[in-house]
């Protein structure tokens, strides 16, 4: 059983001040516990508006908040509770399905799903991507396809795997929590309980299970064969 000391606190992996929602992040023991609180706090502190311009064929349903200058496609589908800051593109094909809160000046692209996660300001997450049960820190980027597994095959609850042992997070599901400013490639898949530091960058194609420490690349040694071709018999 791996020490919970070894492991970031949010306050390593995020900076507050690229949140409004500070307050949800207080008095954490790890991390990831800030994913069970975010239903209550969007239910006590959610304040319904609609500030920006949604195109008639956006559904919007439930409880949510879109701010001043935010963008929301054409397919677009919220069902709250959901808030989203200003200045932010919602694009076609898009899913929020409860529980997301999107910072300011994000991009939620085509056809990316968001369920139970918090996205900090200046995020960006363009292309067929799914986020559950996860949060991602100021400036981070997931390349086309990147995808956060938050649920094992075999069933039972999340384990944060390190180099010396595992701690079990307590949580059923649990996807990644990915420090400020990391890329992620296209493609990349982050299986359930990773924890990525600040500063990162994740190769296409790389499987991450694990802890990684700040400013680290991670990526494959694959060698490509270049083959000549030749023509079928007759």
């Known amino acids: 059983m791996e020490s919970a000391s070894h492991i970031p606190r949010a306050e390593a992996l995020f900076d507050l001040g690229q949140t409004e929602h500070t307050s949800l992040f207080d008095s954490l023991g790890q991390a990831w516990e800030v994913l069970p609180r975010i239903g209550d706090y969007l239910r006590d502190t959610l304040r319904v508006a609609q500030l920006g311009q949604a195109h008639a064929q956006a559904v ?24 989203i800051g200003r200045n932010c593109c919602i694009g076609h094909g898009a899913t929020l399905r409860g529980n997301v809160i999107v910072g300011d000046d ?14 900090f300001n200046g995020c960006d997450v363009p292309h067929f991507n799914y986020v559950g049960d996860s949060v991602l820190g100021h400036r981070v980027h997931l390349g086309a396809g990147a995808m956060l597994s938050n649920y094992r095959l075999i069933r039972g609850n999340v384990n944060v795997r390190t180099a010396s ?16 400013r990391t ?3 296209c493609n990349a898949v982050l299986n359930p309980g990773a924890i990525i530091g600040r500063d990162c960058l994740l190769y296409p194609n790389v499987t991450f299970t694990g802890v990684l420490p700040d400013r680290r690349w991670v990526k494959h040694k694959t060698e490509l064969a270049g083959v ?7």
């Open 60 to 83: 919007i349903e439930g409880d949510v908040f879109v701010g001043e200058g935010t963008v929301i496609e054409a397919g677009a589908l919220i069902r709250g509770p959901a808030w």
């Open 106 to 119: 994000c991009v939620v692209g085509h056809a990316v799903e968001l369920k139970n996660a918090v996205l």
């Open 165 to 180: 042992g595992t701690l079990d997070s307590g949580l059923a599901k649990f996807g990644a929590l990915i420090g400020d």
């Open 183 to 185: 890329e992620i490639g």
């Open 228 to 234: 000549e071709k030749r023509e079928a018999a007759g």
